[in-house]
């Protein structure tokens, strides 16, 4: 089992900054995608950014040019640098791990591992 950790929401003014972290932990685990989400009051959660275990990135069009995402591999760490906020930008955003897991002795699966959510509010 993959357990998933964000921090670092809060309160910031619009054209603020904020940097988001986000931790798997477990035994065993082979990471081959990491990405962040979120969902805004009424809507439906959506994606913001997502890196896979070789560094490719994709980004939503809403935040290119504001928001940049980063790991740390060897500490199964994802982070989401989140620059000139916008009030639009209110959300819980949420860390999703996608896990290659092996199922018996010769196949493998993956998995998606969701973190509980941290609430970001820009204010104007």
Do not use: H
């Amino acid at each position: 089992q993959v357990q998933v950790a964000e921090s670092g929401g809060g309160l910031v003014q619009a054209g603020g900054s904020l940097r988001l972290s986000c931790v798997a932990s477990g035994e065993d685990i082979y990471i081959s995608e990491m990405g962040w989400y979120r969902q805004a009051p009424g809507k439906e959660r959506e994606l913001v950014a997502t890196i896979t275990s070789t560094g490719t990135t994709n980004q939503a069009d809403s935040v290119k040019g504001r928001f940049t995402i980063s790991s740390d591999n060897a500490k199964n760490t994802l982070y989401l640098q989140m620059n000139r906020l916008k009030p639009e930008d209110t959300a819980v955003y949420y860390c999703k791990v996608r896990c290659l897991e092996p199922v018996g002795e010769s196949d493998t699966r993956y998995a998606n591992y969701w973190g509980k959510g941290s609430l970001v509010t820009v204010s104007l």
